[in-house]
């Protein structure tokens, strides 16, 4: 959401130049016009704009789902004028969520008995849902110090350095300290040794990530399930375990039905997963399952009865479109685990596809691993000419939207690409993919070096003075430098709005 922008004098107005057969004047952009507009000039004058967005097909920076089947898109649109927050008044959409909480919670293994139902919501996206995962650790937390009478003042989350940006939201927002796993150059998931070394008796949770947004890696759950358990045991503290299956909770089930990463885990007590991912749902869906009713504190649940009957909700977000509850359950009967597994087995593939490609260049250091989420990091064996950011940029000239970035705390001075693959991106597509790179390291080989002013290349290396003596600086810290240099040239580029 664009929370503020700074206009020029020359960007006050909207023109359009086939609007311009119903109006005659341009409008102002930023105040609301003092007169109406006919439909077809609003329509268009929008329409017109939205052409300079890319398009969502070869936007490969997203794991979030740009395709659904025309069916779905009719029911979807069907029910766009429903407000899921209106159970009494639409008590099928309000069935067809418990349906999709009870499926997701079997696909992940929750401890079930056959009358009994699931506890979960589903939430605007992962971000809403780990807010409320948080929010119930804390409170069983607080609630087991105060019956200890011990000080409940100070919670605290371990993480690695590679979470995603809401669990920083969340520890900001809620006030708990975010104890961060550091990576390590060749290791970009949390370490669960060091995780667990970090666990006190404030810790309220540990939090694993079922597929790292940086490389698509799944970290060791099991491992650190079974390393947690073993410090609860010596110390008497209960500390679980949630589960950030944003990208991977709807993966694992079908391409790696034996790992053990989820309820089957006594640790394990609540994960969450994003239908508008690999949940192949447009976005705004995610989903929060609890392993039992004791560990979603009946406190944090409220009762209203002003829409027509009691209704619990425990959600951040109060009115939200039932549209997108309507597609997941879509999807889940449509496609089924024959579905889901075909679909993610061909995601698979195209990125084996992608991978194999980029190594045959013999330009590339694959970043990302085989096994996790379908996707494919990667990084420049040479960047003393130019970088990923370079690559990135200059991809834009063919509509490929594919993300450079630098990794977290300790391994700064690491810049991969990343494509990933969604069910919409075939093996063409990774196939022209891989032509359009060799064609932009081909354009950017024939030019000058962008950085021959500021960093010379490891044959030249800088001198710089140090206590009066002459060092050479080191191949990293002429890495770091060329990516605070690309840093800084990219920043300075984007708009300045706050999203």
């Not at 490929?400 to 970035?405: E, G, L, M, T």
């Amino acid at each position: 959401m664009v929370l503020s922008k700074t206009a020029s004098e020359s960007d006050v107005s909207v023109h359009s130049t086939f609007a311009s057969r119903y109006v005659r004047t341009s409008f102002p952009r930023f105040k609301m016009p003092e007169n109406s507009t006919p439909k077809e000039a609003a329509y268009q004058i929008i329409n017109d704009e939205l052409m300079l967005d890319g398009n969502p097909r070869l936007n490969l920076a997203s794991f979030v789902t740009t395709w659904m089947e025309p069916e779905c898109d009719k029911l979807m649109m069907a029910s766009i004028n429903k407000n899921y927050v209106d159970m009494d008044e639409y008590p099928v959409t309000t069935e067809l969520q418990n349906r999709c909480v009870n499926m997701i919670a079997h696909m992940f293994n929750a401890p079930l008995g056959e009358s009994e139902t699931a506890v979960g919501v589903g939430t605007v996206g992962s971000s809403e849902a780990i807010m409320l995962a948080g929010l119930a650790f804390k409170r069983r937390w607080q609630n087991r110090r105060r019956a200890e009478g011990k000080p409940c003042d100070k919670p605290n989350i371990v993480t690695g350095a590679n979470v995603q940006v809401c669990w920083e939201k969340f520890a900001n927002y809620f006030e708990v300290e975010l104890k961060e796993v550091k990576l390590s150059e060749g290791y970009y998931v949390m370490d669960p040794v060091k995780a667990v070394e970090l666990v006190d008796e404030n810790t309220i949770c540990v939090a694993a990530i079922l597929g790292s947004t940086l490389n698509g890696e799944f970290e060791d759950v099991k491992l650190l399930n079974d390393l947690l358990m073993e410090k609860n045991k010596q110390t008497g503290w209960d500390t679980p375990i949630h589960v950030d299956a944003a990208s991977g909770g709807f993966i694992a089930p079908f391409l790696y039905p034996e790992l053990e990463w989820d309820f089957r885990l006594p640790l394990v007590k609540s994960i969450n997963v994003s239908g508008h991912k690999y949940g192949l749902v447009y976005a705004g869906i995610g989903w929060v399952i609890w392993r039992s009713k004791e560990d979603l504190p009946e406190e944090l649940i409220f009762h209203i009865n002003y829409l027509g009957a009691d209704q619990p909700t425990f959600t951040l977000n109060f009115s939200k479109g039932s549209s997108q509850v309507i597609a997941q359950y879509y999807q889940l009967i449509r496609l089924g685990y024959e579905g889901y597994r075909n679909i993610m087995e061909n995601c698979q593939e195209n990125a084996m596809v992608l991978k194999e490609g980029l190594v045959k260049t013999g330009r590339f250091n694959i970043v990302s691993k085989d096994n996790g989420v379908p996707l494919v990091a990667f990084s420049l064996k040479d960047n003393s000419r130019h970088n990923e950011f370079e690559i990135s940029d200059t991809l834009k000239r063919f509509g490929w939207i594919v993300p450079a970035y630098t990794m977290p705390a300790n391994a700064q001075h690491i810049t991969v690409l990343r494509v990933v693959i969604r069910e919409d991106f075939s093996r063409t597509l990774a196939e022209r993919l891989v032509l359009d790179i060799i064609k932009v390291i081909n354009y950017l080989d024939a030019l000058p070096s962008s950085f021959t002013a500021k960093v010379k290349t490891d044959d030249e290396l800088e001198e710089k003075v140090k206590n009066g003596t002459v060092v050479k600086k080191t191949a990293i810290e002429t890495q770091r430098e060329i990516t605070d240099v690309w840093k800084k040239f990219v920043m300075a580029r984007k708009a300045k709005v706050i999203c």
